[in-house]
């Protein structure tokens, strides 16, 4: 299993990267770029069987916590609104159902998953943090195949197969099981939440190649979360909450692309994609329903001038466009404040709104190789963010040293730029002359071979935010400016093992501070998810006869949180108004996880049926999340995460 894991730049500059490949792909030389493939996509144990949950074993990622967090990761001190993923080339507003149960795309078909935590490609922007690029791959095309999976989380289809001469056709679909158990759970008179997730997802991809030259792909893909919440008395933190919430986040996709190679030296990639995203939700006097828009369009050429010389370079379009209605408080800052207190309190607003921005970019890089052992890769981007005369010019450069057989160098500086949220330059609650802010990003590190079973990474990393967008003292207009900043630094390290042909493992930690500045003249405070350490241990052995046995633990530093030392009561609004300490002064216990997983095939004729058992948090650890205040703040109590949980599963495959 950990055989499979492996920062991929180390071994381009071991052979000759220049000749045609009949397709374009992103240039693999980054400083730090962590790949999955094989079974590491399905087979890491607390991650489900699920690809992009298996990213959290790998260093520079942060934990979230559970059910929070439905976007991209949290990359090297990076909130998770500042990185992106990428399917085929194409960003994704919504990654796990649930925020963090699944997925939203089945693991089954992805060819790859990599992990840039930082130092990316000019390939990719609009990104101040890091990025995950998902691979998918074509449906199988040698005979009609079926997979059918059954767990205690979800159930999903897929089916597989040849439909015509050099076309194939790949189809799935999942739904959650945990909403037809849940209610038996719900107490009318109980003052506890209870969250009762319904989703489901779909994918359809057709592969066609004409030629040897041209290949073309569609795939169309989607998602729905429907999220309750059921009250049985008022609840306890906050009397206005009773009876129900509910919500609801839909997207569907369509993405063509056409790889094509032009001539001996030249290759070229044409994508196209479209999504569409309505979400609606609705809590007492708060509401809202939008419909947002995202169209991509890109083109990447890849050029071999010389043995010795790649050159890549390309266009990228995203057109965003939203509208819809919103009555409740005016979104606070998306990072830097502690919890607003009871939805009572606060100044109701009420408005339609929408908006439209053409973010077009370009990006031209060159990959030069004058000896075997040395690489250089400068690139610049150029993009516009649609908003006035907003633009950024973003110079980067990474390099690779290969010093001995076993030992390789490696360093980047670059600078990465992003634009604001959408709903930061609304007039109703935002300031329309928002400009962009970016991070100044480096690191160093070095891969050792240690023999021929253990192999080291270890990279060092400093970011530094510039202009941040932060919330005014007191939410006073314009609402939102340029005037904050933020530093982030620390070390990965990855080690991975292969003990015998049957027994691997991988140590993965990091050591991070990420801190912020919301004024210049201000104290710098912690990062609201910032992680001093973070240790993934994971190993799995090969019992024989089909039986594979893994396990993973996990150590991370508590997130900081504010505590309420006082309060003040609001007879406007009969609510109590909390008094806090120091911003992020205190930080929740630390978290810490043993996941473990069983899995056993057998063989039935034609047929391939699978067992597995997958135990997440085996001795029960009572992990704090955050701290939950009565009404009046007169008693707290800490919110557990992730309880012991058995996940049984059976797969059958045809």
Request: charged share 20%; no cysteine; proline share 6%.
């Amino acid at each position: 299993m950990a055989g499979a894991l492996h920062a991929q730049a180390g071994e381009d500059a071991e052979e000759p990267e220049f000749e045609g490949v009949a397709e374009v792909e992103a240039p693999p030389s980054e400083p730090s770029k962590r790949v999955l493939e094989g079974e590491q996509l399905t087979s890491i144990p607390g991650t489900r069987g699920d690809a992009l949950r298996a990213i959290e074993a790998l260093p520079g990622v942060s934990r979230t916590q559970f059910g929070v967090n439905p976007g991209p990761p949290l990359l090297r001190g990076s909130p998770a609104y500042e990185s992106a993923v990428f399917f085929d080339g194409s960003s994704t507003p919504v990654l796990y159902h649930f925020g963090g149960l699944t997925s939203i795309f089945n693991s089954h078909l992805l060819e790859s998953v990599t992990l840039y935590p930082g130092n990316y490609s000019a390939r990719y922007g609009r990104a101040a943090g890091g990025i995950v690029d998902v691979r998918v791959r074509d449906p199988k095309s040698d005979r009609l195949h079926f997979m059918l999976e059954l767990s205690a989380i979800d159930s999903f289809a897929l089916v597989e197969g040849p439909v015509a001469d050099k076309t194939s056709l790949a189809l799935a679909a999942r739904r959650s099981n945990v909403d037809l158990f849940i209610g038996a759970l719900i107490d009318d008179e109980s003052t506890a939440v209870i969250a009762a997730p319904v989703y489901w997802d779909y994918q359809a991809i057709l592969s066609h190649r004409f030629s040897d030259q041209h290949h073309l792909r569609a795939m169309v893909y989607g998602s729905y979360d429907a999220f309750e919440l059921h009250f049985g008395k008022a609840a306890a933190e906050d009397p206005s909450l009773h009876g129900e919430f509910g919500g609801r986040d839909t997207f569907h996709r369509v993405q063509l692309e056409l790889k094509s190679r032009l001539s001996s030296v030249v290759e070229q990639r044409l994508m196209l994609s479209g999504l569409m995203e309505p979400g609606r939700g609705q809590l007492g006097s708060v509401s809202f329903d939008f419909e947002s828009y995202i169209g991509t369009a890109r083109a990447d050429w890849a050029i071999f001038a010389a043995p010795w010389l790649r050159l890549d370079a390309g266009l990228d379009v995203v057109i965003l466009g939203a509208r819809g209605r919103y009555q409740g408080p005016a979104p606070a800052p998306t990072e830097g404040l502690p919890s607003q207190g009871s939805l009572a309190s606060e100044t109701q607003i009420t408005f339609d709104a929408s908006f439209l921005a053409p973010r077009p970019a370009a990006y031209v890089e060159a990959k030069i190789q004058p000896t075997p052992a040395v690489l250089v890769l400068p690139s610049v981007r150029f993009d516009h963010y649609g908003n006035g005369g907003d633009f950024s010019i973003d110079p980067r450069l990474a390099t690779r040293l290969r010093a001995t057989e076993t030992t390789t160098f490696k360093a980047g500086v670059g600078k990465y730029s992003q634009p604001p949220e959408y709903w930061e330059v609304f007039e109703a609650f935002g300031n329309p002359e928002l400009r962009h802010y970016s991070t100044l990003q480096t690191s160093v590190g070095v891969e050792q071979e240690l023999g021929r079973h253990l192999h080291v990474d270890v990279d060092t990393f400093y970011k530094r935010w510039q202009d941040r967008i932060v919330g005014t003292p007191g939410g006073v207009a314009p609402v939102y400016v340029n005037g904050g900043s933020g530093n982030a630094y620390g070390l990965e390290l990855l080690l991975k093992a292969q003990f015998t042909a049957r027994t691997q493992a991988f140590a993965a930690y990091t050591l991070s501070r990420s801190t912020r500045r919301d004024d210049p003249s201000a104290a710098p405070r912690l990062f609201d998810h910032d992680q001093t350490h973070n240790l993934s241990l994971t190993g799995n052995v090969d019992l024989g006869r089909g039986w594979q046995f893994s396990a993973r633990f996990r150590y991370v530093t508590g997130d900081p949180y504010t505590a309420v030392q006082g309060v003040v009561y609001d007879a406007s609004s009969d609510t109590y108004r909390p008094l806090y300490g120091e911003l992020y002064g205190e930080r929740n216990p630390a978290f810490h996880q043993l996941d473990l997983r069983v899995e056993k095939p057998w063989t039935l004729g034609p047929v391939t049926l699978t067992a597995y058992v997958e135990i997440m948090n085996v001795y029960s650890a009572q992990n704090q999340e955050r701290r939950r205040y009565s009404y009046d703040y007169s008693a707290s109590a800490g919110v557990v995460g992730m309880p012991f949980f058995p996940n049984l599963g059976l797969r059958g495959e045809l």
